[in-house]
DNA sequence: AGTCCTGTTGACCATGCGATCAACAAAGGT
DNA sequence: ACCTTTGTTGATCGCATGGTCAACAGGACT
């Protein structure tokens, strides 16, 4: 136990450490354990700077969760930023599922049962959902444009891939198991609504 | 606020009752609201009375958990015994993605993430998710046999079903939105992966 | 009617949560 | 060297969780 009194920060600072150690602690532990005292007890300072900073725990969470997710998607967006539309996808499905990713599928697995008794969070959950649809209904969307893919509905199929990542992702979640074959299912299915033929 | 003394019932009787009150609160609320003091309440006993059925709440939560669950797999099983494959495939499908099923789905969701913390409810988790697997696998089986599907994989078929379903039916208890479209995505994709022309 | 078994309870305890607020003290400006 | 600002804290509250245990009392049996 470390009784020094905590050093002299600046509030932007301080803000900062509050928003990193809330981050750290929801990818190790889930967003359940991202409390008051867990965070300040990580950053070594009193459970009431916590509460001075963030009025509510609840809108931490909620930001943690945003921050974290909307972090994935920006890698998910650089790792698909070139190369054709199939190679585009294949790096979008390879990405999403890759095991590294394990913290953060626990996150929107917290965050779906939490959603259920905090509407700030469960509108968050929602906004990041929908920030991911659009992402892949864009790389459809191009494919088709430039003949890779079959004319198909981009937002059917984002559904598709996105749904089927999700729960694909929750699963191996409670079986720590990661079975390399799951991007190829995902490919195998979404290629072929795309009228491209599997490859290797 | 009854302050009369519950009536004295036999050991199996009050059992069953602990156990029915953990299953409605489960469902109306979800697995983390299954509390010593709810189940006490809604059956109008001391909370003390539930420790003493149950030694441990933990155990309370694992064993709601799989009874929920159990019926609706049988459930499934009952809306699947009969016709071609090809009808018991869609017979599933429509029975796992339809919306009056959210609150078991709410109960999959909250399994998930209370299983982070809670050894046997994850065991459980998996033991469920597996015999969903196997009974898919089955249904496949059967369709391959009959010369209904495509000689695929039946593993990696029901991979591809139940993680598609469990991604959908996740999004769908968030969004509060249940398109109907969503069981046509699913079958789409699962019978082409079949070779079964998806049809009306 | 009395006895005894046992289902049931109240009174606790320890722990964890979010939140409040007066008081402390570290830095920077004068 | 003093003063003022303000980042920081300790003490405490209210509430919820799971769990323990001696004591109560309903009801069946004698």
Redesign the pocket.
């Given at each position: 136990m470390d009784?020094?009194?905590?050093?002299?920060?600046?509030?932007d600072?301080?803000d900062g450490e509050i928003r990193g150690a809330a981050r750290s602690i929801a990818l190790e532990q889930g967003l359940v354990?991202?409390?008051?005292?867990?965070v300040?007890a990580r950053i070594?300072?009193?459970?009431?700077?916590v509460?001075?900073?963030?009025?509510?725990?609840?809108g931490l969470?909620v930001d943690t969760f945003r921050a974290i997710v909307a972090a994935e998607l920006d890698e998910v967006r650089g790792a698909t930023q070139q190369g054709t539309a199939r190679e585009r996808l294949r790096a979008l499905v390879a990405t999403a599922l890759d095991p590294s990713r394990d913290a953060v599928t626990a996150v929107w697995v917290d965050a779906w049962s939490l959603g259920r008794r905090n509407a700030a969070l469960a509108a968050a959950v929602r906004e990041q959902a929908d920030a991911w649809q659009r992402h892949a209904e864009e790389l459809v969307t191009t494919g088709v444009a430039a003949g890779e893919f079959a004319d198909v509905e981009p937002a059917r199929i984002a559904w598709l891939l996105l749904g089927l990542v999700d729960g694909l992702n929750a699963q191996s979640v409670i079986h720590d198991r990661h079975d390399p074959r799951r991007a190829a299912v995902v490919l195998s299915a979404v290629e072929r609504e795309l009228g491209v033929a599997s490859g290797a």
């Open positions: 009784t020094r009194r905590a050093a002299r920060k600046t509030p600072e301080r354990a991202v409390t008051q005292r867990a300040a070594g300072v009193a459970p009431a700077l509460t001075h900073y963030r009025s509510s725990m609840e969470v």
